[in-house]
């Protein structure tokens, strides 16, 4: 077999033990970050029900599931129909994010939880993406989410929390962008954008106001069917946007005639300006122009990145349809999911993780030692040092410590019963 | 949709908060035991390459591997073909255990590691069992591997290792039993059991010895076609060890002319004795009919369990040949795995782990008090309790309480700024 047979699928990973020890840490600091505000973890697990996955206004994401294929009988007989198509080879799916998961669980446990119920997930998700560098296949998201509750202290309090948690690990150079579906679709309207299919092109054109020429974008649009008044509207829409010239003021905005549109800004200058009295007046930000690619939120919309920085650190909003997708009774519910793997990016670029104690190998000669002696001797290291293993000396000594320094191993001795002496790592 | 629609996939279950509360304090308890000793954390995808699961000798288990539907233009031509067979639609696979993933790994990093390599992982596998009551399709393992190193040193630090980590976890009532597959070979030749598809069977029959009656095990055998002379050979032999007045002598086959049967008696004597003066005399005993499913297992075998009870904590052995079967070339490998569920099943029948602290919810009103001012006094109860966390106070109070109760809340008050007081929940 060829080296690379040994990988793992394209697009996953192996951890190696010195990223294993940092993640172990950070989803320490996390968890005790959200437990410490009464958050409640739960686990689903990572296959669900196909129909549970698919129709819940998950964007690309539902083209991207991994389905599991129907096992014995079920499978030989959608296979013996001769016509079987993709849908009739699987009955599960591997979840493309812990949001759809938490709507299910909701549905089922609602009677028993309190309102509002505050809950966080740290799991795996899954999605078959085109494998390319720093985009995977298998990823960790942490998420809070209160669900039961309409008000924006809701908001409040994940940001908060959110920006909290990113804080105990140390990062501090982060800005919280926030918006409203709701102020996006009064944009629209305004523009002359009335067809819900057109409303979707015109998002998703607004989301690459960063990334292109205003001419690119509207050029688009033109192909895709939009009238030349309308192509006008949005072209000067755009533009105040994009220079900040003309851009949407919350609290004009808060006494429009357009109810949802006056709710929605007076809701989001509440949630900004007590976020500026928790944490300070540069953590948040006002940003028209943040669209987010989930089809399920119906409410606010926000996004935790780098200042000045291109890295996204999370995000989330509001969601109140979803749970409704299973019970047929809409609840109230809201977000912030965390992504793990750009957190631990900015600890491989920065400043790592402080402490885990010393790391001791204590060798032994497996011929002239008595094993024994030699493990009861180190549980007595073990008051000194944090981590204390023994292995067989080996001929070549240095080579030997040298790979043990690569995983982590900082001091090292040679056992001589009392006589040892522990030296640091050179 | 039914209720039972918002349930995830038979077989595999959601953690509630309390539970999960546990299993995040048993998974710390464990990972903190396993560094202690020098073990490395490392992680691998829950996908593996289908190749890479199948003809590992994993017994049972490769059959019940759940496989990923191949995507895109790769099924469509798997399916174009009329004739697609299950595996010609699939091109990943979950994994069954973390023994095959570890393997692949070790045979992919190996230059780089140190030799012995003391790894450790908790992570999820699945099975698809049929499901039943207390068989999980997903489940938690939580792994020690020594790879690298023939001498049965590895087997007494798994050993002691894994029962110190149950012991951390304040179980108590364990022993070890362990066995070697060389002694199982041994005793199979003395009967006559030649031929490789028939030792298969002798030691199915064999595991069956403390559940079915002897008369019943050798009439199944006589099915498979054994010899009388053989099956009569069976019976004795069979008939010594169950009733111990026959069994097998480890100092007397240590000087037995079969090399690799007296080598593993005087290993296990070693690994016996050791663990015995390392641990106390009831901690592990010789157990000859021990066999364990696996078929990777090439020397000791073992298993800890509740003494005098049914549960099995977890068990493991050494696997000289794995790696060997990806890289070509064979690694001395051994391992000890925890099966996290039995662990937490041990929890709920008896004692919890201690503390965690204190819970506490601090009810306001949204339309009378000031949401920053609420949670900033919160922030100062943090000194205090462990967690606190705020709640819109409702109409129906005593009910709001016993559901924060339910999930784990001890203490509770109503906002009345710097005269709050904060009492135990009744």
Same mark, same amino acid.
């Given at each position: 077999? /060829?080296?690379?047979?040994?990988?793992?699928?394209?697009?996953?990973?192996?951890?190696?033990?010195?990223?294993?020890?940092?993640?172990?840490?950070?989803?320490?600091?996390? @968890? %005790?970050?959200?437990?410490?505000?009464?958050?409640?973890?739960?686990?689903?697990? %990572?296959?669900?029900?196909?129909?549970?996955? *698919?129709?819940?206004?998950?964007?690309?994401?539902?083209?991207?599931?991994?389905?599991?294929?129907?096992?014995?009988?079920?499978?030989?007989?959608?296979?013996?129909?001769?016509?079987?198509?993709?849908?009739?080879?699987?009955?599960?799916? *591997?979840?493309?994010?812990?949001?759809?998961?938490?709507?299910?669980?909701?549905?089922?446990?609602?009677?028993?939880?309190?309102?509002?119920?505050?809950?966080?997930?740290?799991?795996?998700?899954?999605?078959?993406?085109?494998?390319?560098?720093?985009?995977?296949? #298998?990823?960790? #998201?942490?998420? =809070?989410?209160?669900?039961?509750?309409?008000?924006?202290?809701?908001?409040?309090?994940?940001?908060?929390?959110?920006?909290? @948690?990113? #804080?105990?690990?140390?990062?501090?150079?982060?800005?919280?962008?926030?918006?409203?579906?709701?102020?996006?679709?009064? =944009?629209?309207?305004?523009?002359?954008?009335?067809?819900?299919?057109?409303?979707?092109?015109?998002?998703?054109?607004?989301?690459?106001?960063?990334?292109?020429?205003?001419?690119? =974008?509207?050029?688009?649009?033109?192909?895709?069917? &939009?009238?030349?008044?309308?192509?006008?509207?949005?072209?000067?829409?755009?533009?105040?946007?994009?220079?900040?010239?003309?851009?949407?003021?919350?609290?004009?905005?808060?006494?429009?005639?357009?109810?949802?549109?006056?709710?929605?800004?007076?809701?989001?200058?509440?949630?900004?300006? /007590?976020?500026? /009295?928790?944490?300070?007046?540069?953590?948040?930000?006002?940003?028209?122009?943040?669209?987010?690619?989930?089809?399920?939120?119906?409410? @606010?919309?926000?996004?935790?990145?780098?200042?000045?920085?291109?890295?996204?650190?999370?995000?989330?909003?509001?969601?109140?349809?979803?749970?409704?997708?299973?019970?047929?009774?809409?609840?109230?519910?809201?977000?912030?999911? *965390?992504?793990?793997?750009?957190?631990?990016?900015? &600890?491989?670029?920065?400043?790592?993780?402080?402490?885990?104690?010393?790391?001791?190998?204590?060798?032994?000669?497996?011929?002239?030692?008595?094993?024994?002696?030699?493990?009861?001797?180190?549980?007595?290291?073990?008051?000194?040092?944090?981590?204390? /293993?023994?292995?067989?000396? #080996?001929?070549?000594?240095?080579?030997?410590?040298?790979? *043990?320094?690569?995983?982590?191993?900082?001091?090292?001795?040679?056992?001589?019963?009392?006589?040892?002496?522990?030296?640091?790592?050179?």
């Amino acid at each position: 077999m /060829s080296k690379d047979g040994f990988l793992p699928p394209a697009g996953t990973r192996d951890i190696e033990p010195a990223a294993a020890e940092i993640r172990d840490g950070v989803v320490y600091k996390i @968890t %005790s970050s959200y437990k410490k505000y009464g958050f409640n973890s739960i686990e689903t697990p %990572s296959l669900e029900k196909l129909e549970n996955l *698919l129709g819940k206004k998950g964007g690309e994401n539902e083209k991207l599931i991994f389905k599991v294929l129907k096992r014995g009988e079920e499978l030989k007989n959608s296979l013996g129909s001769g016509t079987a198509q993709e849908n009739d080879l699987a009955d599960f799916g *591997l979840r493309y994010d812990l949001t759809v998961p938490l709507a299910r669980y909701y549905a089922h446990y609602k009677d028993k939880l309190p309102k509002p119920f505050k809950v966080f997930q740290i799991g795996n998700v899954w999605r078959a993406e085109r494998p390319q560098k720093s985009r995977y296949r #298998q990823f960790t #998201q942490c998420d =809070i989410d209160i669900i039961g509750d309409p008000a924006p202290n809701c908001e409040i309090e994940l940001i908060y929390v959110t920006c909290k @948690t990113l #804080q105990s690990l140390e990062i501090k150079n982060f800005e919280v962008r926030i918006n409203d579906r709701q102020i996006l679709k009064k =944009i629209s309207l305004d523009c002359g954008v009335t067809d819900d299919g057109k409303y979707r092109d015109f998002l998703i054109a607004l989301d690459k106001l960063d990334k292109k020429s205003l001419d690119d =974008i509207i050029e688009e649009l033109r192909k895709k069917d &939009f009238e030349e008044a309308v192509l006008s509207n949005i072209k000067n829409v755009f533009e105040g946007l994009k220079t900040g010239k003309n851009g949407i003021d919350l609290q004009a905005g808060s006494s429009s005639s357009d109810e949802k549109y006056a709710k929605a800004c007076k809701e989001l200058s509440k949630i900004i300006s /007590s976020v500026k /009295s928790l944490l300070g007046n540069e953590v948040i930000r006002f940003d028209p122009v943040l669209v987010r690619g989930m089809d399920y939120y119906t409410g @606010t919309i926000y996004e935790v990145s780098e200042i000045n920085g291109s890295m996204s650190f999370g995000g989330g909003g509001r969601y109140n349809n979803m749970i409704g997708s299973f019970s047929g009774q809409d609840v109230s519910a809201c977000g912030f999911s *965390l992504g793990f793997e750009r957190i631990m990016d900015s &600890f491989f670029s920065g400043a790592p993780l402080s402490g885990g104690g010393s790391k001791a190998a204590l060798l032994y000669s497996s011929d002239k030692d008595d094993y024994c002696a030699v493990t009861l001797f180190s549980e007595k290291l073990k008051e000194k040092y944090k981590t204390v /293993s023994i292995f067989d000396r #080996q001929k070549n000594m240095s080579n030997q410590l040298a790979k *043990l320094k690569d995983i982590g191993f900082d001091s090292w001795g040679i056992y001589k019963g009392e006589e040892t002496v522990i030296s640091k790592m050179e």
